[in-house]
């Protein structure tokens, strides 16, 4: 995700270190997706949401680790030019569970 800032800290024995860092808003999904033919889609590929923004990578066994999304959408993983290096997957989440009990 080349979207991410890198902060540093060096700490010292006993000390504690505050970093402010962003954060996504929406819901994180883990969506196993394959190409026709039940062919993996490649590692280490960006996914792309509707808008063009990055939000997530296919990682290992054609899983797509994503953050960020709405509750449906389609995301997008381009690996080439030509057509088949391409893919548009459509999702719909679940619905969340309510959090207070």
Same mark, same amino acid.
């Given at each position: 995700?080349?979207?991410?800032?890198?902060?540093?800290?060096?700490?010292?024995?006993?000390?504690?270190?505050?970093?402010?860092?962003?954060?996504?808003?929406?819901?994180?999904?883990? %969506?196993? /997706?394959?190409?026709?033919? #039940?062919?993996?889609?490649? *590692?280490?590929?960006?996914?792309?949401? @509707?808008?063009?923004?990055?939000?997530?990578?296919?990682?290992?066994?054609?899983? %797509?680790? /994503?953050?960020?999304?709405? #509750?449906?959408?389609?995301? *997008?993983?381009?690996?080439?030019?030509? @057509?088949?290096?391409?893919?548009?997957?459509?999702?719909?989440?679940?619905?969340?569970?309510? /959090?207070?009990?």
């Amino acid at each position: 995700m080349s979207d991410a800032i890198l902060k540093q800290a060096s700490p010292v024995l006993s000390s504690v270190v505050m970093l402010k860092a962003e954060t996504t808003n929406g819901r994180a999904a883990l %969506i196993h /997706a394959l190409q026709p033919g #039940d062919n993996a889609l490649p *590692f280490g590929v960006d996914v792309v949401n @509707g808008s063009g923004i990055t939000v997530g990578v296919v990682v290992t066994g054609s899983w %797509i680790l /994503a953050r960020g999304l709405e #509750d449906k959408g389609s995301l *997008f993983v381009k690996w080439g030019e030509a @057509g088949a290096e391409q893919c548009r997957i459509d999702y719909v989440l679940p619905r969340q569970m309510n /959090a207070e009990r």
